[in-house]
């Protein structure tokens, strides 16, 4: 079993995100489980998702506590709160940033790092508004690169399934956070 | 929403959706309904297929459960299929307007997404919301995944208009309602096979008057009460009847109790809802280190299958009771009802009560070991109920 799970704002998409990864999984012959934070979600407010996937039925229903990978659509949360907490050793983590590699690489030696510039495709395809992008498609698309768990093809007719504004320059976003994501392989 | 993205294909979905999935697939005519969280998402993709015109059902509006469930009643009576939806408080607030459904002998469907009562104000999932209307005289299913959720909504209708009773299915609050998991969507003609439209021999009519509900002395009241029994005892049957059908022509059954791993266990967990599915991987790692550890789910708590309860835990030697919920003062639930099964058996096991998981609290796998390892060792419950984790 893969466990990941999603550090966001309220309104970044984590949990639409979430849940458009476990639909291509799905698509792709694994078992799956996604769900939110258990709470009251605001936006703005640090929101976390997980996803579960496997070749099995998945029976368990508790949070993920030790999840394989990590992504974080918001760089600040790592000022904020312990974003590793419980990430198994060479978990990959995700982050969304302008900064290189090596800018984090020193912070999370135990880790493997990937960053890509999300928010900057978001705002390039008009995604969301200039103060608060909606990013999480083109983060899929940067996850999709560095892991060979799932297609891009199937995460981008996932897209069109749950993305009903926009869904071109979603689609877009993601094939370039996959293009230029940057990873330690 | 395009219909070819619905019927027949397995989608990720929400256990709060897969409920308006079958809702949608029963082809309920009205649905009264007040949002609350964790139950407004059912409602609100049910407004949304009304408005499609992809459901065609009356969506009635109303200013509060009570509301909501006396629309409902006053739909069934007319002899229309009815569904309403609700939590915690929500469904405290309909109380009064439950009797009513049941002494109608009205075949409401509900479901009731489990929510803690406040305060401490909770939206989190516990059963005391569901258990506090044990009594009305409602069914009660109790769910474990997101297909369940839906297989349990068709098949609720069938069994409510069946027996004349009303039925609530009750899943927890976030770890079904809000997580998504691949959920089989039936064909609608499969449905329609499985679940005819309802047709009741009495019903409100403008053309043929008649009263329902009126005043009841006591030369008469004893009856209709005897009666509702009597409907209960056939739900029993008609439950396990209809989850057979259900298996012959969507090829899944999940049966009014479940058998897990309980031959030749010495030790069997009694579970209800989600804690069940982590259990089961508890159960499988204790079996593979040679411990004899069973589990029994109980899907359909009333009326309460007792003679399966009986037949399956008079065989162990101790019994463990998991319950997320409090009668305050006695024990939990679940576990008062699994005593009073089996008091007046000769061959009877001893029961150990938990009381786990209230408002949320998540439930690990190493709560449900610690259950286990406790029970094993201890020769007696010396408490009523044992509280696991307090933090004090």
């Known amino acids: 079993m893969v466990e990941i799970r999603f550090h966001g704002r309220g309104g970044q998409g984590a949990v639409i995100a979430s849940e458009i990864l476990a639909s291509a999984l799905f698509k792709e012959g694994y078992y799956c489980q ?35 990978h990590i992504i974080i659509l918001d760089s600040v949360l790592l000022n904020q709160i312990n974003v590793t907490d419980g990430l198994k050793p060479y978990g990959t983590i995700l982050i969304n940033t302008n900064k290189e590699i090596s800018f984090y690489s020193s912070f999370f030696s135990n880790y493997k790092v990937a960053v890509c510039d999300a928010t900057q495709i978001a705002l390039k395809y008009g995604l969301g508004t200039k103060t608060a992008p909606i990013i999480n498609t083109a983060m899929l698309g940067a996850f999709v690169r560095i892991h060979s768990f799932v297609s891009l093809d199937s995460v981008l007719e996932s897209i069109k399934e749950y993305v009903e504004v926009k869904q071109e320059e979603n689609i877009l976003a993601c094939r370039e956070a996959y293009e230029k994501v940057r990873f330690e392989s | 929403m395009k219909e070819s993205l619905i019927y027949g294909k397995k989608k990720v979905v929400t256990g709060n959706h897969a409920v308006s999935y079958g809702v949608l697939l029963s082809k309920a005519e009205v649905i009264a309904a007040y949002p609350i969280t964790p139950q407004t998402q059912i409602v609100e993709l049910l407004s949304e297929f009304c408005a499609s015109g992809l459901l065609k059902a009356k969506f009635i509006k109303v200013e509060s459960e009570h509301s909501a469930m006396a629309a409902c009643v006053g739909a069934a009576a007319t002899g229309c299929r009815t569904f309403t939806a609700t939590s915690a408080h929500g469904l405290a607030l309909m109380h009064e307007m439950l009797h009513w459904a049941v002494g109608g002998r009205l075949p409401i469907v509900l479901a009731n997404v489990n929510r803690a009562m406040g305060p401490g104000w909770s939206v989190w999932t516990d059963q005391n919301d569901s258990l506090s209307q044990r009594d009305v005289g409602f069914v009660q299913f109790y769910c474990e995944s997101n297909q369940e959720v839906l297989d349990t909504t068709i098949q609720a209708f069938k069994i409510a208009e069946t027996c004349l009773i009303p039925v609530m299915l009750v899943l927890d609050a976030f770890v079904l309602s809000h997580t998504s998991e691949p959920v089989d969507i039936p064909y609608q003609e499969d449905v329609d096979k499985f679940l005819p439209p309802y047709k ?91 411990k004899r550890v069973g589990l029994l789910k109980i899907r359909l708590f009333r009326p309460s299958p007792i003679s399966q309860i009986k037949e399956i835990l008079t065989k162990a030697e101790k019994v463990a009771v998991i319950d997320r919920n409090i009668s305050f003062g006695h024990s939990g639930i679940f576990c008062q009802e699994i005593k009073s099964i089996l008091y007046n058996e000769i061959r009877r096991p001893m029961v150990f009560g938990f009381v786990i998981g209230l408002g949320g609290r998540d439930v690990v796998p190493d709560d449900i070991r610690e259950i286990i390892d406790f029970t094993y060792k201890a020769d007696y419950p010396e408490e009523m109920v044992y509280f696991r984790g307090v933090r004090l």
């Open chain 1, 34 to 68: 996604t769900f939110p934070e258990f709470g009251v979600e605001r936006r703005g407010a640090p929101v976390q998702a997980f996803l579960r996937f496997d070749k099995k039925p998945i029976v368990i229903r508790y949070k993920v506590y030790h999840p394989d």
């Open chain 2, 200 to 290: 009741p021999k009495y019903f409100l009519d403008v053309n043929d008057p008649r009263a329902f509900g009126g005043l009841t002395s006591p030369d008469h009241y004893y009856e209709i009460r005897y009666k509702i029994e009597e409907a209960h005892r056939k739900a029993l049957k008609v439950s396990e009847e209809v989850d057979n059908e259900f298996y012959q022509i969507f090829g899944r059954k999940y049966g009014v109790v479940e058998s897990y791993q309980c031959e030749d266990a010495k030790l069997i967990l009694v579970t209800s809802g989600t804690i069940t599915g982590t259990a089961r991987q508890v159960i499988d790692e204790e079996r593979s280190k040679g």
